[in-house]
């Protein structure tokens, strides 16, 4: 499994694709690089039933803070020579494909509502390349909720190759 540490997918994929600046995670420097969204991300998403497609196996993280569905292991996290806490369920003890919480009959998320931040992740795909990172798909989050991150990040952010209008 290319990412069974969602902590390593989060930074090394999704916060390196809108970073500003550069940053260190991991002994490795990541850099700023031309973020290219879909029009397609605004179309919106559905979870089918059945499905299960975005439920792999891989660590689910919360911070400390989080609301959480059962007793977590805590464990440390450094970017930048900060070292922050997480709280995680490695599911090293599940062997199967699918996460542990997925309910493979229905295909549905058994703690959605108190589901860690990167299975929102899961919805939203980012292809990374050396020189630039592509959004090719819509997500799961509202037009509202995304216009408001595109917002937050529109400087370094670009669209079909041209500048992101809001």
Same mark, same amino acid.
């Given at each position: 499994m290319p990412h069974a540490d969602s902590i390593d997918k989060i930074v090394t994929v999704y916060l390196a694709g809108v970073c500003k600046n550069?940053?260190?995670y991991k002994n490795r420097e990541y850099h700023p690089k031309p973020l290219i969204v879909s029009p397609l991300i605004f179309r919106g998403f559905s979870c089918p039933a059945n499905c299960g497609g975005c439920c792999p196996?891989?660590?689910?993280?919360?911070l400390p803070d989080?609301?959480?569905p059962y007793p977590l292991q805590a464990r440390q996290v450094e970017v930048n020579d900060h070292t922050f806490s997480v709280m995680?369920?490695?599911?090293? @003890?599940?062997?199967?494909h699918f $996460?542990?919480?997925? @309910?493979?009959?229905?295909?549905? $998320?058994?703690i959605h509502g108190k589901h860690p931040f990167s299975c929102d992740f899961e919805l939203i795909r980012f292809i990374r390349y050396e020189e630039r990172v592509i959004q090719p798909r819509s997500c799961s989050i509202g037009v509202g909720q995304c216009s408001a991150l595109m917002a937050a990040v529109a400087q370094d952010v670009r669209c079909c190759r041209r500048p992101l209008k809001l």
């Open positions: 550069p940053f260190r196996r891989f660590s689910l993280d919360y989080e609301e959480k995680s369920d490695v599911q090293r @003890d599940h062997r199967d $996460c542990r919480n997925l @309910d493979k009959a229905t295909g549905r $998320c058994m």
